[in-house]
């Protein structure tokens, strides 16, 4: 479609090709033997056999906490210690087993969530190596300038950390002048809790209704569907703000604001000194 045609509806589902994750040769299960990839795109970035040789401990257990979910930061540090101890004294990872086998020995072959043992450190350090959490941050703002007022943005997630990706993504794009909140504090105030304030960007985001999670017809049909929920998102134009003027409050027409005049009062000051 051309840049310049606005859509009305968007969907994005964010979740593997179950046949991916089953391949072997593509290296991002820690169940079957082969290359510590881990890349989406073998095109870009690096392996994570290679990356695994440039980075610290400390690094390793953050990138597993952070990113594979992993509640126990005790655990995400004997992790990374160990595999990376291994690595100093038998040389770069050729396999995934390898490395699974590693944490496997680590966590004593045992998770609370009776799964494979490395399967978070694996979902960690996969995320960490394809960007995952920011591209989908990308994605959400890439889909909003293409949608026109009113259009929705329907996105599928499996994942906690998902989830809080597009929950940190609305907190960015909610309009304060629609808040309650416009009314109780101070425009400044406004402006420190709702980022929006702060830009000149036109539109804004707001959440339609809870997430719906499948029903138990579909588990029946697909198991692997059992952590999905659906999120839908509205694009809307934002509203003028409330101008204090003496004790009186005045609501300004949207046909007479213009996008400095979305900011709050100090980052209206900092945005014409800039000028």
Not at 124 to 147: C, K, P, T, V, Y
Not at 174 to 181: I, K, T
Not at 224 to 237: G, I, L, N, P, Y
Request: proline letters at 7%; glycine letters at 6%; a positive charge.
């Amino acid at each position: 479609l051309p840049s310049d045609v606005e859509l009305s509806g968007m969907l994005l589902d964010i979740g593997f090709s179950s046949p991916q994750v089953d391949d072997g040769d593509r290296g991002w299960s820690c169940y079957q033997d082969g290359p510590l990839d881990l890349r989406m795109n073998f095109k870009a970035g690096i392996p994570a056999w290679k990356w695994l040789q440039t980075t610290t401990p400390g690094e390793l257990a953050s990138v597993i906490y952070e990113n594979g979910e992993d509640d126990d930061p005790v655990m995400c540090h004997r992790i990374a210690e160990a595999a990376l101890e291994r690595q100093r004294r038998l040389g770069p990872y050729k396999s995934t087993l390898e490395l699974a086998s590693c944490i496997q020995e680590v966590k004593r072959g045992l998770d609370e969530r009776r799964q494979h043992p490395a399967k978070l450190a694996f979902q960690g350090i996969r995320n960490f190596i394809n960007q995952e959490m920011q591209q989908l941050s990308d994605a959400m703002s890439a889909q909003f300038q293409r949608l026109k007022f009113g259009g929705r943005a329907v996105v599928i997630t499996f994942k906690p950390r998902e989830e809080q990706v597009l929950e940190d993504w609305l907190r960015q794009n909610e309009d304060g002048w629609a808040s309650p909140l416009s009314s109780m504090v101070s425009p400044d105030r406004l402006g420190q809790l709702f980022p929006l304030l702060s830009t000149v960007q036109p539109y804004s985001a707001r959440r339609l209704g809870p997430p719906l999670r499948p029903q138990a017809m579909e588990l029946r049909r697909n198991s692997r569907a059992r952590s999905a929920m659906v999120h839908c998102f509205v694009k809307e134009q934002r509203r003028p703000p409330f101008q204090r003027l003496s004790r009186t409050v005045v609501l300004e027409s949207p046909s007479k604001t213009k996008p400095g005049d979305w900011l709050c009062v100090s980052c209206r000051a900092e945005n014409m000194a800039g000028q």
